[in-house]
């Protein structure tokens, strides 16, 4: 008889969502509240793909926002408020830190808020690689930042997203995964939202944009 193959490992999984009222100032040419609607409905699309990803065992959405909070509820996340109020990278080692003494078997992940055009089989498929890495990381499109932040089982969880963070990661020992198209698009300006458009966006996105 041919042995069993291991199981996959699980993952718990990162999402902080700043103030919807600070979000998305880059998206210039749309008013304040259309703005505040778009970034809603990423981070929606975002965690509602997360979740359905298949070695995704628990979604943390670290938010004080009260719209995000009921919208991640609904989706099913742990919503947890944003204690360190330190920053994005303080936020997720906060959140990474509460998955890990809850669930000290499972890798620990951090992931951008703004990933509308993510496919949940594409999410699990880069964490199956980063299983074997001990720590890794996904580039945004630009090839300049990070999208996602990886750490199996007993690796240092030491984020450090923000400008120029792909050169950090590399330089801190961090494998790095070449994701998918929309694991990488990351929406900061219009011409973002173009491009993850082209992939395809997710349902919640999509809709807002229609009407």
């Known amino acids: 008889m041919a042995p069993e193959s291991p199981a996959a490992l699980a993952w718990s999984l990162v999402i902080p969502v700043k103030l919807l009222a600070q979000a998305k100032s880059r998206l210039t040419g749309l008013p304040g509240e259309r703005r505040r609607e778009l970034a809603l409905a990423m981070a929606a699309d975002t965690v509602a793909a997360a979740a359905q990803a298949e070695s995704v065992a ?18 099913g996340a742990i919503v947890l408020a944003d204690t360190p109020a330190a920053g994005l990278n303080e936020a997720l080692g906060f959140g990474a830190a509460y998955a890990a003494a809850r669930w000290p078997g499972r890798g620990r992940a951090g992931l951008a808020g703004d990933l509308p055009a993510m496919r949940p089989a594409d999410l699990a498929a880069v964490l199956a690689t980063a299983s074997g890495l001990g720590v890794a990381f996904v580039p945004d499109a630009e090839g300049t930042g990070t999208t996602l932040y990886a750490a199996a089982p007993g ?22 995964i070449a994701g998918p198209p929309g694991l990488r698009r990351d929406v900061d300006t219009l011409d973002d939202l173009r491009q993850a458009a082209t992939i395809g966006l997710g349902a919640r996105t999509q809709a807002l944009l229609a009407c």
Not at 58 to 75: C, F, G, Q, S, W
Not at 157 to 168: D, I, L
Request: net charge negative.
């Open 58 to 75: 628990a979604v943390l959405v670290i938010t004080d926002d009260p719209d995000v909070r009921a919208m991640a509820a609904e989706l």
């Open 155 to 176: 690796a240092q969880f030491r984020p450090q997203f923000g400008a120029e963070s792909r050169q950090r990661h590399l330089a801190s020992g961090a494998a790095e």
